[in-house]
Nanobody, 125 residues
Framework: QVQLVESGGGLVQAGGSLRLSCAASGRTDRRYAMAWFHHAPGKEREFVAAISWSGGSTYYADSVKGRFTISRDNAKNTVYLQMKSLKPEDTAVYYC??????????????????WGQGTQVTVSS
């Protein structure tokens, strides 16, 4: 129903910043909560941040709270992840995800129905 494509990843030094984008297409007339997850080698895919349909509510993993900001522009069918004060442990493939908006923000992988292909973020020490 919805296709998601991430972009904006790259290589940065520790302490630097990146902004990831996730462009949605398909059935974008429906309301979706959006989220970011990341997957580092040897670890499970982990929740990073989520945002409500309206953008009025956000939720962050403790590891990124205060450093990352999730936002969305529904007119552009795009969600963003502004990443600041990056650490080597942030190195991972970052995935965008979507689920039909049900009034609550959720953080489990299996809560989300649609996924992008991922974009690599590498933070050097």
């Amino acid at each position: 129903q919805v296709q998601l494509v991430e972009s904006g990843g790259g290589l940065v030094q520790a302490g630097g910043s990146l902004r990831l984008s996730c462009a949605a297409s398909g059935r974008t007339d429906r309301r979706y909560a959006m989220a970011w997850f990341h997957h580092a080698p040897g670890k499970e895919r982990e929740f990073v941040a989520a945002i409500s349909w309206s953008g009025g509510s956000t939720y962050y993993a403790d590891s990124v709270k205060g450093r990352f900001t999730i936002s969305r522009d529904n007119a552009k069918n795009t969600v963003y992840l502004q990443m600041k004060s990056l650490k080597p442990e942030d190195t991972a493939v970052y995935y965008c995800a979507a689920e039909p908006w049900g009034g609550n923000l959720r953080s489990r992988r299996d809560n989300y129905d649609y996924w992008g292909q991922g974009t690599q973020v590498t933070v050097s020490s």
